[in-house]
């Protein structure tokens, strides 16, 4: 293969394009630039919701458009428009706030497109919206808005961001479990559930996936050759549907052991990683 012509590369962002510290290092822009320049296209597969994505996406270097939500929504990049959107079945949500009445020691958000509606208070997780730049509000449920995206249940924050997997201690997954079990057995024609995170529980609407919206995406721009990278449990159905797959070797330890080719960890710039084994078989 003489360029990247043929190639859609998809990364996850948080902890596969970026570092543990949130940044991107700068050798992952640079083997980007570089990788587009030879033909290839690239974006971002990530969980974040629209309003958490814009300010992250102001540093990247995006030449197709970007999936939001776990693939719940395809943002196109030139125009700022989101122009695929999966919405819930009627029912969805009000299944959501039932969940959130069995579990009310965690806080709920409901997603939005211009901004997340908050249930349960948390001042570190606002200090993290906030750090994002993301508009919420503490309204009644039947005040929720309805371009909603994605639910998300987590345990009050520790400080303002997330715990790593390393740091986890596993009776705090519990509830998580519980409720995970509840939405397979009873929920699942109105939701995905993703566990993208340690204490946190995401649901978006059925038979979305990064996996899908990815291959979709490929399709719609004629790239026949589908890379991916990604270092968590979300991120695993988008690994699996790829030609080619790529994890941090600090990625989630339920993503070994399952084929996908392990590159530097995220602080080391994993994505650089990856692209230079795509040169290795290049002029």
Known sequence: MEDFSQILLISDYDRTMTAHSGEVPPRNLAAVGEFIA?????TIATGRSM????LPLRGLHLNAPALIANGAAVCDLETGETT??????????DAAWTLHQQFPQLRMEFEGLRGHDCFGPDPLREAYLERYGVSFRYPDFSGIEPDVLSVTYYAPFRAAGHVPFSQL?????????EMEAIVRREY??????????????????????????ARELASRLGRPVLLCAGDAPNDLDMLEEADRAFIPEDAAPALFGRGFETVASCDQGAIA?????????MP
């Open 84 to 93: 695929v959107r999966r919405p819930f079945a009627p029912g969805a949500l």
């Open 51 to 54: 309003p958490m994505f814009k």
């Open 38 to 42: 030879r033909g290839g296209r690239f």
């Open 188 to 213: 699942l024609h109105y939701f995905t559930p993703i566990r993208s995170m340690p204490r946190m529980l995401e649901l978006i609407p059925a038979g979305c996936g990064k996996g899908e919206a």
């Open 169 to 177: 201690d596993p009776e705090e997954e519990r509830p998580f479990d």
């Open 273 to 281: 990683a990856a692209i230079a084994l795509l040169f290795q078989k």
